[in-house]
């Protein structure tokens, strides 16, 4: 019997950018990484071919909990666990916290959905370590917990469905360092990595600050911040001010989307350069105008898909990879013609989905 799950090694050039199809058509077969040992931090990937299943034995229900929607980053998360859970003919309803700030909310909303008779839960952790209790009350009582984008340190999961941002960071700091080498002019670099003590924030400063040294790159004091545009602008406002000198701002989607027009508005274009560690449409469109000068992609779509696929797969006992997300790549004006943007972003002009019935 063929098993609707391929893991066939890859080689060559096909590892260079994730394919996918017509995504109102079929986003696989899809180009991916699985970590093994599963849920280690400094696992071993390797190159797969991502498959889910064609159709499902019951209309299972599904509960996905996002720390908030405001920013299109979850907004395209949201577009690949409501249009998977479509497909495949699963209930999926999905909760919001509305900030990083909202921990006690985002279980609250979890302990709900699991009373009101989830199957499975998928969760976009706020915290790295604060909803650990809350899901290992939900293994005991049987019930599949999904590990989505942002990642967390409870040993209760059944599977993750993300990617390192260690690498996410670093691959943005690696960007820097190669333009910026060793005995060449130093540059300052404003570095906003987002709210403090989220798990995705500290592993993406990691990996960024570890890329950069050795280079020419001076990152100035991190300014953690919530990834509201207010507070991101804020914090922008405040560095530029106190470091007229600044070559770059490097932070997430929302620090370089809201600092855009700030550049702009400030006669700077040319003078500091905009990055984020992680895609979203705004920023493949201020990459695509000259705006923004790069970003890694990961796929955030695909990481939402793959999530509602695991659930499937481990509440019918079929087989399943344990820890696996998109291959990453850098996004700059050199290669953006060449990335289709529906291989890494929701379709233009989605509206948030919060329940499929």
Same mark, same amino acid.
């Given at each position: 019997?063929?098993?609707?799950?391929?893991?066939?090694?890859?080689?060559?050039?096909?590892?260079?950018?994730?394919?996918?199809?017509?995504?109102?058509?079929?986003?696989?077969?899809?180009?991916?990484?699985?970590?093994?040992?599963?849920?280690?931090?400094?696992?071993?990937?390797?190159?797969?071919?991502?498959?889910?299943?064609?159709?499902?034995?019951?209309?299972?229900?599904?509960?996905?909990?996002?720390?908030?929607?405001?920013?299109?980053?979850?907004?395209?998360?949201?577009?690949?666990?409501?249009?998977?859970?479509?497909?495949?003919?699963?209930?999926?309803?999905?909760?919001?916290?509305?900030?990083?700030?909202?921990?006690?909310? #985002?279980?609250?909303?979890?302990?709900?959905?699991?009373?009101?008779?989830?199957?499975?839960?998928?969760?976009?952790?706020?915290?790295?370590?604060?909803?650990?209790?809350?899901?290992?009350?939900?293994?005991?009582?049987?019930?599949?917990?999904?590990?989505?984008?942002?990642?967390?340190?409870?040993?209760?999961?059944?599977?993750?469905?993300?990617?390192?941002?260690?690498?996410?960071?670093?691959?943005?700091?690696?960007?820097?360092?190669?333009?910026?080498?060793?005995?060449?002019?130093?540059?300052?670099?404003?570095?906003?990595?987002?709210?403090?003590?989220?798990?995705?924030?500290?592993?993406?400063?990691?990996?960024?600050?570890?890329?950069?040294?050795?280079?020419?790159? #001076?990152?100035?004091?991190?300014?953690?911040?919530?990834?509201g545009k207010e507070t991101q602008l804020k914090l922008v406002e405040d560095v530029l001010q106190a470091n007229p000198d600044v070559r770059y701002i490097a932070g997430t989607a929302v620090t370089a989307e809201a600092a855009q027009g700030l550049i702009r508005e400030r006669g700077l274009k040319g003078k500091v350069d905009l990055l984020a560690f992680y895609m979203t449409p705004g920023v493949y469109t201020g990459i695509k105008r000259g705006f923004i000068l790069a970003a890694p992609a990961d796929s955030m779509v695909v990481?939402?898909?793959?999530?509602?696929?695991?659930?499937?797969?481990?509440?019918?006992?079929?087989?399943?990879?344990?820890?696996?997300?998109?291959?990453?790549?850098?996004?700059?004006?050199?290669?953006?013609?060449?990335?289709?943007?529906?291989?890494?972003?929701?379709?233009?002009?989605?509206?948030?989905?919060?329940?499929?019935?």
């Amino acid at each position: 019997m063929r098993l609707a799950l391929k893991t066939t090694l890859l080689t060559g050039a096909a590892l260079l950018l994730p394919t996918i199809g017509n995504a109102a058509d079929a986003w696989y077969p899809y180009t991916a990484e699985a970590v093994n040992p599963a849920f280690s931090s400094d696992g071993a990937s390797s190159k797969i071919v991502y498959n889910p299943l064609e159709k499902t034995e019951k209309a299972w229900n599904i509960c996905v909990s996002f720390p908030h929607m405001k920013d299109a980053y979850w907004l395209g998360v949201d577009y690949g666990v409501a249009d998977e859970a479509a497909r495949l003919g699963v209930k999926m309803n999905l909760v919001e916290a509305g900030g990083y700030t909202e921990l006690n909310k #985002q279980i609250s909303q979890i302990e709900d959905c699991v009373a009101g008779g989830a199957n499975a839960v998928v969760i976009g952790a706020i915290s790295y370590d604060g909803l650990n209790n809350v899901i290992g009350e939900i293994k005991a009582k049987g019930i599949p917990v999904i590990d989505l984008v942002n990642g967390v340190s409870s040993k209760d999961i059944s599977a993750k469905s993300l990617v390192s941002f260690r690498t996410m960071g670093y691959e943005t700091g690696a960007y820097l360092a190669a333009k910026h080498k060793a005995g060449t002019t130093p540059v300052k670099v404003g570095w906003f990595p987002g709210p403090a003590g989220a798990g995705w924030v500290e592993a993406a400063h990691s990996g960024f600050m570890d890329a950069v040294k050795g280079s020419a790159v #001076q990152v100035l004091e991190p300014r953690f911040g919530d990834t509201g545009k207010e507070t991101q602008l804020k914090l922008v406002e405040d560095v530029l001010q106190a470091n007229p000198d600044v070559r770059y701002i490097a932070g997430t989607a929302v620090t370089a989307e809201a600092a855009q027009g700030l550049i702009r508005e400030r006669g700077l274009k040319g003078k500091v350069d905009l990055l984020a560690f992680y895609m979203t449409p705004g920023v493949y469109t201020g990459i695509k105008r000259g705006f923004i000068l790069a970003a890694p992609a990961d796929s955030m779509v695909v990481q939402g898909r793959i999530a509602i696929d695991q659930a499937v797969r481990i509440l019918e006992g079929k087989e399943y990879v344990k820890h696996v997300g998109p291959k990453i790549f850098v996004v700059d004006p050199q290669n953006i013609n060449d990335v289709s943007r529906a291989n890494i972003l929701p379709p233009e002009g989605y509206k948030p989905v919060f329940s499929v019935k």
